[in-house]
Structure formats: C-alpha cells, structure tokens
C-alpha cells in the first residue's frame, strides 16, 4: 500500500491535459509569426532604406540639376554678353566712322570754301597785276628795270638772257643797257644781256596767262629766275598765306604754334 501511494504521489500532475500533437501544433505556428513578422521587419527596412536612398539620389540629381542648370545660365549670359558687347563694338565704330566721315565732309566743304576765297583773292590780285603789267602803264618801264636788275644779281652770271612778253619787246631793248650798268655799279661786273627771241605767254593765254615781268635765263637756258609778276605772285602768296588767312578766317582755334 505505501508503494502504491508513492506511485501515485510520483505522478507527473504538472503536465496540460492537450495532447502533444495540438502543444507542437501551437509551436509551429508561433514560429512561423515569428518568422513572418521578422520577414515583415526586413521588408520595412528594406522599403525604409529605398526610400532614404530615393531620397538621396532625388536630392542629389536636384543639386547636379541647379548646378548644371546655373552653370548653363552663366554659360548663356557670357555669351549673350559677349554678343551683345561685339554689335555695341561694332554700333559703335559704325558711329565713330559716320561721325568722322561727317567730320571730313564738312572739313572738306570748309577747306573748299577757304580754297575758293583764296582764289577769289588771287583773281582780284592777278586782275590788278594785269593792269600794272599794261605796257602803256608809265610805272611799268621802271617796274621791268628793276625786275631785270634784281634777276641779274640772283644769277650772277657774264651772259643772261632776257625772256619777255612780245608786248613788252620794246621796253625791254630800251632797259638792258640800263640794267647792265646797275648792276656793274653795284657788283662791278660786266654782263651782257641779250633780248629772247622766244616770247613769255600773253596776258590772255588760255592755258597760263603772263600778267607781265620778265624771266632770265642762261644762253644754254640751264638755270632760270621767274621775275614775271605771276612769279612774283606765287612767292608772296607762299610767304604771306598764313597771314593772309589770319585776315580772312581768323586764327585757328587748334593750332598751338604759330609760324
């Protein structure tokens, strides 16, 4: 009987009363929760590290995109810049050739103006010279002498030749006897003059009219003096042109030195 209790004592009173298949049915499926949650997790994580890393590449290719697109901005302004500084370069050497263009014109015109009141001069003079080189004028035959004697001491030369208008053919051979004697009394040499038989233009020539005077030349005609009026002219007015245009036109405005 004690053994019996014993037996009875010793049984095993903790263990449920399910079965063992339904315990390991229990198991098996709280591990496959488990694994299905774990699984769960990993494709959180996964979708949570995609998104970051979505998120990133998103932001990235915005920056490269701002980057790029200011770069092709900045590209684009320097260009239009750089086109725009070449038509305003060229605007403007368009103006500064228009204005210089207009600058010239006008000196032009003002030089021609100038040109033409210098003539006009010119012809009032020439028109005066024309009636002091009038034979019939009495200062005239004194005028010739003191032209020849002038050009014989310019040459100073034993032989001259003296070239004269024909108008004037008479004054002349009435003058050189004269003229040599004046200048042997001043340089106390002999010289022989001897009237051309080649005449000066006349006063009306078309193509170079001589107002009067005379012109001295070497008997192989190798040196000359032009004592004609017209020569004379031409030497006072490249003497006294400065002078003359101060009188007609002022000082220029410009012009630093004087001569």
Do not use: W
């Not at 010793?10 to 229990?26: D, T």
């Not at 901005?73 to 207009?102: G, L, P």
């Amino acid at each position: 009987d004690c053994l019996l209790i014993r037996e009875e004592a010793l049984a095993p009173s903790f263990l449920p009363s399910r079965p063992v298949e339904s315990l390991s049915a229990n198991l098996s499926k709280m591990d496959q929760q488990a694994v299905n949650k774990q699984i769960k997790q990993m494709v959180e994580f996964i979708k949570q590290e995609a998104n970051e890393k979505a998120h990133e590449i998103l932001i990235k290719a915005e920056e490269e995109f701002n980057i790029e697109k200011l770069r092709l901005v900045e590209q684009e302004k320097v260009k239009v810049k750089s086109e725009y500084e070449s038509k305003h370069k060229q605007i403007e050497i368009k103006r500064r050739i228009a204005f210089s263009n207009e600058v010239n014109a006008n000196r032009l015109k003002v030089l021609t103006s100038r040109d033409e009141v210098l003539s006009s001069v010119k012809a009032v003079v020439s028109n005066e010279l024309t009636k002091i080189g009038e034979p019939s004028n009495a200062a005239y035959k004194d005028l010739m002498l003191k032209l020849t004697v002038q050009g014989l001491y310019q040459m100073a030369e034993p032989a001259v030749v003296l070239r004269v208008r024909q108008s004037d053919l008479s004054i002349a051979n009435g003058i050189t006897k004269d003229a040599a004697a004046q200048y042997k009394s001043g340089t106390g040499k002999e010289v022989t003059i001897t009237v051309d038989k080649e005449y000066l233009p006349k006063k009306d020539d078309a193509a170079s009219p001589c107002y009067g005077g005379v012109k001295l030349l070497t008997p192989d005609l190798q040196i000359a003096v032009d004592n004609t009026l017209n020569g004379r002219l031409d030497v006072v007015l490249a003497q006294k042109m400065p002078d003359i245009k101060i009188a007609l036109f002022g000082r220029s405005a410009t012009r630093r030195h004087i001569d």
